[in-house]
């Protein structure tokens, strides 16, 4: 059958020759699979920057869906996600200023901390209502039923096997 190359961004295989390795890694749904991916790792600020200079998608915004997705030269962006990123991109210039300024920052904002917070007095809250310690599991009486390993599965004894007299260093 011979090799095949596995494309991560794709997510498929093909048997890996040059003239098809060439040719996929060239083809359009390669090229836009890759795009997608690299596109999640981009900054919140170079996102909106791109948004905003982009137009509305009419079909996004009465129907909720777009035939090209990804690939639409359009936003589908409403106008609270652009706040949402907006007031991102000025959450992390102020954190850059700050951390220039050489000031203590604890990692995470207030908010983090207080769902953190609630999350851990409910589940104290919900333990509390428990059992203090779960029985443990214990397996029925008799299983499972014991059974004889052969010779070459058995642990060895506990001084190790026994040499025979014609292997015995002399």
């Not at 498929?12 to 699979?33: C, E, I, M, W």
């Not at 997608?36 to 982009?54: G, H, M, N, P, S």
């Not at 104290?124 to 599965?153: G, H, I, M, R």
Request: aromatic share 10%; with cysteine.
């Amino acid at each position: 059958m011979g090799k095949r190359y596995f494309c991560d961004y794709c997510d498929r295989s093909f048997q890996d020759n040059l003239h098809n390795r060439k040719k996929h890694l060239n083809g359009v749904q390669h090229l836009r699979a890759k795009r997608v991916w690299y596109d999640l790792f981009r900054d919140a600020a170079a996102i909106l920057q791109e948004e905003q200079t982009k137009k509305p998608c009419r079909k996004f915004l009465q129907t909720g869906q777009c035939d090209f997705g990804s690939n639409c030269r359009f936003s589908h962006m409403t106008e609270q996600d652009l706040e949402k990123l907006s007031a991102q991109v000025q959450g992390e210039k102020r954190l850059k200023e700050l951390q220039r300024e050489g000031a203590d920052i604890p990692p995470g904002t207030i908010e983090d901390w207080l769902d953190k917070r609630a999350q851990r007095l409910s589940t104290a809250q919900s333990n509390s209502a428990l059992p203090e310690k779960p029985a443990p599991f214990q397996y029925p009486p008799d299983w499972p039923p014991v059974q004889e390993l052969p010779p070459s599965l058995q642990a060895p004894p506990p001084g190790g096997w026994p040499v025979p007299p014609n292997l015995q260093w002399g």
